[in-house]
């Protein structure tokens, strides 16, 4: 299972789990770490494995940015509840991949300001950051048929709640995806092309040809009832439409959405106090007003009006209350069933 | 108007508009600074002042706290459009009171860690935070008839979006503040018994003889349309009923909440990641599970369950996806109109 | 119990046991902290309380500075195994005084870097350790009969382990202090004269007329087997000494010392890499080198050596290898039984 | 010597000098200091003691803000070079009053960010810069005849050169200051009324009757071989004019300027990269441009012009490249010769 | 005119600006930097592009280095005023480089504390500094036939005011090169030989046969009419210089320097204050004592003395009042002229 | 005795030492590091060389980790006092090698965090601690025949005092360290199988074929009068052993401890308070408990019990009295004459 080739390092990552067992573990990744207040200190990364016998292996993500709590919850919740005869198969589950940067709330680690969706493949002799990719790169990756990973919209931004899969040059690989996707049953689906996939945990799981998921379930860095309703069910749902669970899917209605282009994101070219002018989910024509930006300096100014380049839906906004140059301000998706 | 003591230090804040002028004037409460990176600095205050003729005054001000967004909003927007003939008498709009907490984007001010909010009456030759306080107590609420001051949840709780007013021992001047409150027409309305009211701008108002209003209109520390929305109209209404600015108040359906003891509030005793089983307006019972804190130390572990000690609505909540003990977990509101 | 003047407020602290409630409880005391990363947040510090009937109160304590750490675990210790009917009266014990310190590993609050034992009688309406002292001051002292407040170095300083009480202007309060530090029964005890009592829980405790046990048991920021068997020891011999429980207490030899003037202390008059010639408890005589300082700029260049100006035995000493200009560098204390 | 009244607590800082001891002392005044990283610390502020016979007693300070540089070089030149035949009563020589701030190279202390110059008179159980001020109220000033107080503009202001006094209510005492600065003899003389003179040395000392010179030497927090030439020999040129030190002054031109309102102060009400139209020394008429201020979020925007609000000189500058709202861009002084 | 080879990843820099469109253009270099703040934000460098017709392209720079000031100031207002038609050629400007550093007035940037011009050729998936690096590099030089870069001292040393240029293999580059110091017309020229050239922005330019010239316009972290005035003119003699814009130079005297070895530099050996005993411009003989260190931790020690190795000129300085060991203390240059 | 490659670029660092001259020389190794505070500054790493004639080079470091100080006093101590004509051969003292920890006191680099025993073969181009690792790689470590390199445990570790030596596929060279282990002397003596060795200076030293002894004397971050007399003697015996300096060895008892697998160690899987029930040189039994974790939210919990694996001696704790998930809790050695 380990692809390194001869050249590489080992892993310093050591699990204390058995992936080849049944039964249920819980157990760590330990990372040994040494720094200024643990001479001989380790990051120990909780982790999960529910196996029963033959099957296809789930591996089951939260927290790859720290700020983002719908997988963490349903995913702290389901290795706390998931027993091993309910299972036909292998689910492996990391609630809080980032483990540095989910302790301490943050998207990025405080250890290294690695962020770990953008550290792929990893190295093992590089920062915690790379050395975590690396080990999902050459360790647990390898293991999973279907991988399903967590997102939402952090502290700084905030989604309508989807499950989204890429556009893939094997379709058949495609399919497989989009089919999980729809298995998810969250709100919203979204079909999305990534512009630049360099380093994502996503195109290394694609690469490998797995059958991988991730969603958005709002963000703010909070998470509501109704939120991890969806994750949870959302959850349940792949592992049934995989075959590791057994029974049938609660699937409810979705509204399909596209990222079509560059076109759908909004940056901000202004610094000031933001007002949006629509919420998340309201539809939007060419030409509207979405948001205003207010300087604050002094009382009396006019502040910068931000239109949407296309017909849609608001699909993702900025979350804090203020906004700097260069943030994105907005994304409006387009909708499969929109006229 | 200054009602110093012959013994106080004046104040060291200089404004640079005309209380009694006619017209609309936009300036700055400048407060010296002296620090590192500024020997001679200051922190400028920006302050509207719009007026015609004799009239009652309103105070109206945001930013408090300086993560709370609604009230800076609908202020800045205020200061930029409201124009001197539709008026009757005096509006004064601080919109960002603690201007350095607001710049921060944080509830207390990053120079002396300060809440604007239990610092009054303040001193002229105390904090920072303590001058802004001295400032209004000695300077701004004397030249005020009402005062509308904003607040939200801020960067980590959230609100049901409501207008607010305390019990006070005189009822006259409590009627004249829930008039008021009617009058902002909020979609809640609530009814406070503040525990420990040392130190808040609300209570040097009331001390005064002022009608005091003030909200909380959701959190986070973001804004949306909708709670914009609801700021913008508020004021609005609160300035026609005030008789400051003429015509129809535009209002709507509230719903009239209480929050009579201490038993509301439940206080976090645990470290971890929080998972609410209920929403913000969700009717709860008695004993009803409201949230679970999961420890993540490490998977497989049964977190603490929190109860309702009473019936009610979820009125707020712990923003952020991680809580620490001692936190405030949730907030439940006897409504008026229960049963 | 509560000496507070009419004009005074109360503390803001509310405690979570009932301190005339007999058995076992565990609590919290809370103290309300509103700040950035939690709006309506509390410091909780752990309080147990044991009692059984009539008899005296002890209140024993760790943690007054936030990095000395044999109280801290005798007393976690003690909490977690003494039960209600080996008591005739009442044990209350908090083994971190100062929590935030004791989270952070620091003698000093992380909030306000107040030191808690230069912080009596404190204030309700000061910073947080000013709160925690007032507390103290106000409600826990007037419930005691006796004080054990246990101190080591701390991560700078280190100590031969004694247990030390003052000289008091009550010559018959004082005998009862000494009679109960000879009760503890460490390898070592120390008569003082506090230079500067202004600010100490010491000094609080005896001016109420308290018979009040301090400790310096070690230090460095650790702890060791033996340091906390002698804790340990020394606290249940206290309660017996009191009274409060049963049976003999568990004498040792121990060695009297005194610190008769400010001739006892050593302060750096420069920078650099310290090199103790003596270790704790070794003799020395006046004008015996007992340090040198290195400078650290540059190889080749002669050190400054520290000289003791009396007969005695070292028995406190700087801990980190670095020293800066200012620093205590040792103090020799005079041994009753010289010669 | 010491004013302090019965309630008043004795000053933490103990000399190690003799004030009434004939000869050349070097040693310091030990303020014990406990803190996170030195349990039993202290700062040691370093002073000079020459003296010889009976005379008058000059009090020479330095390092009042920490990152004011003539002061403290001709201070510590002149405690290594000054014999104690050369004089003729008593010069006290402190180089770096705020030595914590010195040290760091900051206008405010890096403990509590306290700015001395706004602390007088201090308080002996206060923070570290309130008892340094409070040792100078109650121990050094009252020893001294004449005070001599060297500042510059520090990192963030940059001035002509001179030496000052302010105009004082004892009109015999204010000529006696005037003289002193005569014999300084630095480029420019200035007469001063402080507008905000509460919390001063100054203030401190004058309001003792003594004779108080001040400087300001330019700044950016530097020195050259020039501006401590003007330090050096004003020192001298002081203490002979004050009798202590036999010998004539070594006087040269100065030119008079004159601060007579607050009509010379301009504060920059934008954010921005600043650009001087004229440097110090130039001439200035009412209306001129005398900066700019470019923003520097986007390129092609205008940027806002600053005037002078009446003729003189510029005389002091705001001096790092970026500028914030609020600080002070510029000082244009009257000139007793201008026309 | 991207010269990646087919395996380098693309630049993540996307200009908004065409650099082949006729007319002034203001735009941005948007460089996605995601962070906790800011999950999809960016950096935004602020560049303009004045183009007519075709000619030779002028690449002009500043805020290499984020605390140099002259640059920036003459370059933001270049921007804003150089008109199309006063051009025939391209003249890109880009005023602040290293953008995050300017904005933090610091010499590296705060992101990555990288030194911009040590960073060359820059990686497109390294840190945001090398990033830029990257840009400069792959998109921006190639386009250039000239390039003029500003420096200065930045806030800790402090330079002559001179344009300079490299001796280089190329002597036809070389003498090009040279021509366009003479025609920037400083008050002083230099010719250096590089010691450490790798990484540098001048090597990178240098090496693709390019025109590069370089200044230090005095230092300190500020700028003055007067060295302001000296970077307006010189960029203006440089564009006439290279035909982009017509019209006669304004040449002034200017003093030929060089650098001829190691022996220029001076490095401290000591910690201290800092006292010069010359000023820049001034000239010295070898064995001269250019300045001493005073010893900061007690008056009355003697300081260290710094002399000079050669007969020269004092070039360069420290500039803050302070110095650490291994700081360059002062630069002498040897002059053309001297005899 | 360079060994770089032609392509590897040279050391950015240079000694003032000249390393093949005969005396005592006390210098510098150099290091330019450019930063915000220091424009043109460098890291002065001191060192001294003592050389006579011809004979092996002994390589003396301490500071490796920047807490740890055994090596450091010994070294400057044996830089100030050793002589020329006590040497035959050469004698090369580096009491600081990783410097810039040194003087913050602390693991890892305040500058870079960098680990410098886990930084070879270091980098001339990568970070400050890179560079020095490279200068030892390429410059120093060729140099020497025999290589001494002190450590201790550090402020987070404390450790049994031992010299050491690694297990190496060269029996020959083996065999020559451990007999310089028997010659160092200490009262332990360790047999090391290293199971991460990469990055190493042991590995690097061991991999050119160098007699390499280190150590482990204690730690906790600070040195004692006993554990320094361990170092100096064990260097001077270790010069004596090497047949640089004449005399005897000054030996003592030792006792031979081994470390064979990793289940010597055991890390903590809880966070809290640390109590020993063991300390440093007891004898354990498998199964034993060494040390409890108490948890610290709250009073009256149980906490974690730790227990040794295997027969032994503790060996090393972890020191302070807070513990993290992660932290090496202990690790128990095995010794030879066990039974």
Redesign the interface.
Known sequence: MNVATPLQ?PS?ISPSVDFDADG?Q?G?L?L?????????????I???VVRRGDGPTALLTGGN?G???EG??AL??L??TLKADAVQGRVI?V??MNYPA??A????SPID?G?LN?SFPGRP?GTVTEKIADYFQRALLPLADIVLDFHS??????FLPYAAAHELPDKEQEKRCFEAVAAFSAPYSMRMIEI?A??MYDTAAEAMGKVFVTTELSG???????T?GIAKRGVMNVLRHAGIVAGAQALGPTRWLDMPSSEC?R?A???G?V?????LG?AVRAGDVIARI?P????????AEYRTALDGVLAARH????I?????LAVVATAEDKN
């Not at 703010?220 to 109704?226: C, F, P, V």
């Open positions: 390092r310093p249920v819980h760590f330990r040994p770490y040494s720094r200024d207040d643990s001479a001989w200190g380790s990051v120990m909780p982790i999960t940015h700020d983002e709590y963490p919850v702290f919740d290795a706390r589950i609630p809080a989910f302790r709330g943050t998207r990025t300001r962020n953008r002799d919209g952090g502290r700084t931004l905030d630049d360099v380093g703010g860095g909070t998470s509501s009832a109704k991890v994101f940056f070219e202004d610094d106090l007002e949006f002018c629509v919420d309201d207010h604050v300096g002094r009382t009396g100014q006019a502040g979350f804090p209350g203020l700097k140059t260069g943030d994105c």
